[in-house]
Structures are given as structure tokens and as C-alpha cells.
């Protein structure tokens, strides 16, 4: 058995790797590393691949999730409602901007955002709604389109997990992850299901007047060179990462494919134990999906329930299976996010999945004995403990 990694960047280069040469090289030769031709055909390739009219390319996702809200024109003091239980980039150009955050809990099987918190937070300076795609799998953005109309509100899709999942509607339609939204943010960092070899994100949006202002945030507020029409930042996908994800592109959804088929080997290894809870899926789906896309596993999360999860956490790394805890402290304890607005009562799953959560091996280049050896390593430990 070879060594079992977190994420195996190494193997995947290593099958592609004629492709994302020549296609790097291309770069190098033709010497367009600012918004050369392949971060155009990067961008066409993937507005196709999403079905979305407009695709963005920006430095990073954090970058993306900004520029996003820059663009809708929130302006200090404007409350955006997102989830407690995520990563803090979400929150974090939420205060950059000057903006309200505020944090609500979120469903106990799908970790995505609440519903109901959602419809209790809102009041008269609420703007913006940001469902975080958890993990790889789409938030109820059926509901929270219907809520976002009633109360004339924003739905900024924090897309960095879940490109490449679809959502399914209650009439059976399907939209791709990013897609839904009045607009969307999402990172190509090098382990995201869909990753460059350094920094990347883009914005997707179908409305075109509002990505016409976004093309403009992204390069100094610049249509025309040296003419700044709006406020803007330094913020653009270079082209040799450009020419790295346009290589990737079409491996995506094989990519997708070979996590979900980790996720069921997984799953029905678990399945027979109490103490290990297995992610659930939503869009209609019984169980781990082997037909559809609804979820694309960025990050394979048990919940334990009944065992000490820092102690199994400890027992995996001895045994040289890597693991991680995503995330050990919810925003609204961290110091930078801290606020007296709330109350530890209006977060009971945040604070019982940050006690509970594990992450497994997740990539694209998982092999069925590491699958067997840490399946059996974890459920040894649960059963004697």
C-alpha cells in the first residue's frame, strides 16, 4: 500500500501531466502572463461547463467572495446573514468591506445554513444571504431564493467547495453549484476539487450589467486603460494558472466521480457502526448518490458520536492516516468575529459538530486497500473505546 495522503496532488499531476506542460509551456513561449489568451479560453470553457453566462476570473476565492459584494454596491453597515460553521474567508471580507456579519447555526446533517436561523435574522438592514457549499454539497438554495425574494435580498453563493455539483429543484430541474444565485464566488486553491498550481478564484453570474461592474472591480476599475470608472482592486487569475485549469477542466467531472465512489467504499464501511454517522445527501438522493452529482466531496466528514474524536484523531496519525477537523472553533468564538449580538443558545449544532466532526482522505487518487485500512483502523478504535 502506498503512503495514504490528505490529498494526492502528486499522483493526479502525474496522470495529466503532458497536458499541463504543453499547455504551461504555451504560456512561457508566447510570454501573456496578465490576461492572456488562456485565461479567456479558461473562462469560455467553464461558463459552458456551468451553463452561466458570465465567469470572472480573480486571484483567489477570497478575492472573489469580495469583489462579488463590491459589486452588488453594499455599502458599511448592510447585514449579510451566513453560516457560523464554515471557513472564515466567508466572514472575514464580510468585515473587510465594513459590513454586518451575521452568523446563524446550521442543519446537523448537511452542515449548510439553516434555514429557519436564516428567516429569524433577517430584519430591516439585512442585504445579503451567503450559503457556504459545505464539503461539496449545494445549501437548500430553493429556500433561500424564495426567502431572498420575499424580502428583496441578495444570495451570494460561496461556491469554493462544490464545483461541479448540481442542485436539483422540488420540479426536478437541475442547476450546476455557483449557478443559482444572484452571483457566485468560488476558489481554484490547488486542493479545491477543481485546483491551479497556486492561487485562483472566479466569480459567476448571469446578470450582465452587474458582471460588467465586477470586470471593471477586478482590474483597478479599469475598462479602458487608464480610465477608472469604479472603485477597484488588483485582483487577476494569471495566465499559466489559467493554462493549469483549463488543462483540468475536462477531468472534473471524472474527478467528481472518483470521490463520490471513495465516499460509498467509505459509507458502507461505516454504515454498520452507531458511532460513526456518515455525510448525508439531499436533491431527493437515498444515500451516497451513484447516478447524480449532488454532492462532490471536497471533504469526506464523519460525525462520532460517543468517542473521544481528539483521541481517534490522535490514533489515526499514529497509524499514519492523515485526518482533519473542519472546524474546530465556529466564527462566532474566534476573537477577529467576536460579538455581544450573540447568544451560545442560537448555536447548538455549531457547537456540537465542532465537538463531533473528522475529515477522512479525500482526492482523486484514493486506492480501495487505503480505503480498507482506514476504515478498519478507525472502526477498530470506535469499538474498543
Partial sequence: MKKIQMVDLKGQYNEIKEVVNSSINEVIETTTFINGPKVHQFQKNLEDYLGVKHVIPCANGTDALQIAMMGLGLKPGDEVITADFTFAATVEVIALLNLTPVLVDVDPETFNIDIEAVKKAITPNTK???????????????????????????????????????????????????????????????????????????????????????????????????????????????SIQAAVLDAKLPYLDRYNKSRQHSARRYSQAFEPIDNIITPVTINNCEGICETCDCHVFHQYTLKIKGVDRDALVAHLQANNIPCGVYYPIPLHRQKAYADTRYNEADFTVTNQLIKEVISLPMHTELEPDQIDFITKTLIDFVKIN
Avoid: W
Avoid at 152 to 177: M, P, R, S, W
Avoid at 194 to 216: C, E, M, P, S, V
Fill in 128 to 238: 445579503a444571504i451567503v450559503p457556504v457549499h459545505l464539503f461539496g454539497q449545494c445549501a437548500n438554495m430553493e429556500a433561500l431564493m424564495e426567502i431572498a425574494k420575499a424580502h428583496n435580498l441578495y444570495v451570494i453563493e460561496d461556491n469554493a467547495q462544490a464545483i461541479g455539483a448540481t442542485y436539483t429543484f422540488k420540479d426536478g430541474t437541475k442547476a450546476k453549484a455557483g449557478t443559482i444565485g444572484h452571483v457566485a464566488s468560488t476558489s481554484f486553491f490547488p486542493s479545491k476539487n477543481l485546483g491551479a498550481y497556486g492561487d485562483g478564484g472566479a466569480i459567476f453570474t448571469n446578470d450582465d450589467n452587474l458582471a460588467h461592474t465586477i470586470r471593471g472591480i477586478v482590474n483597478h476599475g479599469m475598462y479602458e486603460r487608464y480610465h477608472h470608472d469604479v472603485v477597484g482592486v488588483n485582483s487577476r487569475l494569471d
